[in-house]
């Protein structure tokens, strides 16, 4: 882990991940942060849609440098039946609606770091269930692409920091 400069304001860390989440859609199809071409909105909606596996919070400290993070990682699978999906898409909700920004996943997995801090005892801090309760402002769905670029609907959708 790379030691942390300075502390982010939790606040401050979630505003800047919303806005790097959310932007004006151009129609069509997204474009995705990893470069592949989104399935595009008019895609056939077929299956059910993908169920949440698990979502946890791992704390990781790194006491050469004093800081710890916590980050959350949610996966989701497909029902039984629909396991030729491609890959897998999630796109954010927040509070001022949906992101028409649609990001590829590699495996079925969301993995986010919802907070940080200095010192080594991230359940002490505070300021970590603080964080904690701020990213619960971004919540997050899943879908699964077919080969046919067919696509599942969308999951429920899961807030940051959840576990289950």
Do not use: K, N
């Amino acid at each position: 882990m790379t030691p942390l400069l300075r502390p982010l304001r939790p606040a401050a860390a979630l505003l800047a991940l919303a806005a790097g989440l959310t932007g004006c859609s151009s129609g069509g199809e997204a474009e995705t942060a990893l470069g592949a071409a989104a399935a595009p909105s008019s895609a056939t909606v077929a299956g059910p849609a993908p169920v949440l596996a698990s979502a946890t919070t791992t704390d990781d400290v790194d006491t050469a440098a004093g800081t710890w993070s916590t980050t959350w990682e949610a996966c989701f699978e497909p029902l039984p039946g629909e396991e030729d999906l491609e890959r897998w898409e999630v796109q954010t909700l927040t509070s001022e609606g949906t992101s028409p920004q649609i990001e590829q996943l590699d495996d079925g997995c969301i993995e986010l770091q919802v907070a940080q801090g200095i010192g080594t005892t991230p359940g002490d801090d505070p300021a970590r269930l603080a964080a904690l309760s701020d990213a619960a402002r971004l919540t997050y769905q899943v879908r699964g692409v077919r080969a046919d670029g067919s696509v599942t609907p969308w999951s429920a959708s899961v807030a940051a920091g959840s576990v289950g």
